[in-house]
């Protein structure tokens, strides 16, 4: 379609960011692009527009794109980023404010924030902080749209190996869910394809603004578009 979005996606290798990407072939609403330090390894056949880029180059490589949408999935762990705020700040704050930045700078009309549930300025956990700042941080960018997702505990397959804790997590989530009630009820895990569903239907979204999607508004989102666009 002439017409369509181009839809940036951004952490193309990380769990929701795959998954957008599956769940975006069968949506002519958008032209597909992704930016990446390393090859992808898609499926043949996969409808996409791949440019490969050092991150310290990307804000060019933006200009280049020239998105209309933007689906951040960008991120590292705690454990990756070897325990050091500098080297976690680099990826989790300054690269995906980078992007934005050179997203907005390119043309783009709407974001999606992967972010994650618990992000609050004023806490003391490091990793929640940070996602605070970031959340504040692309506000001032000037979008049209932000979306932010903020999703607790991510089920589903990894390129890379979970750690023990975090895979014990996601055996026992079924479980666990059902003791998460009222308050509580942000804080379930939830399936890496229902969030990237939400983005997506965030990307489509014409309402200006900024909206913040926790668990229940995440799987709203994720439902609104299978409505509109059923799965096989």
Known sequence: MSDALRLLVVGATGLVGGRAIEEAQRLREFH???LSRRELGLPLGTRIEVLLADPANWPSAIAQLQPDVVICALGTTWAKS???EAAFRAVDQYLVLAVAKAA????AQRFVLVSSVGADLA???FYLRVKGEVERDIGKVGFDRLTILRPGLLRGPRGGERRVL??????LSPLTNLFLHGQYRKYRSIDGRVVARAALQACLD???GRFVL???GIHRAAGELERAHPSE
Request: hydrophobic share 30%; aromatic share 0%.
């Open 206 to 208: 014409k309402r200006k």
């Open 123 to 125: 806490t003391s956990n």
């Open 166 to 171: 975090e895979r014990l997590g996601i055996i």
């Open 32 to 34: 597909l692009l992704a």
């Open 82 to 84: 070897g325990q050091d």
């Open 214 to 216: 926790e668990n229940d």
């Open 104 to 107: 907005k700078a390119a043309g």
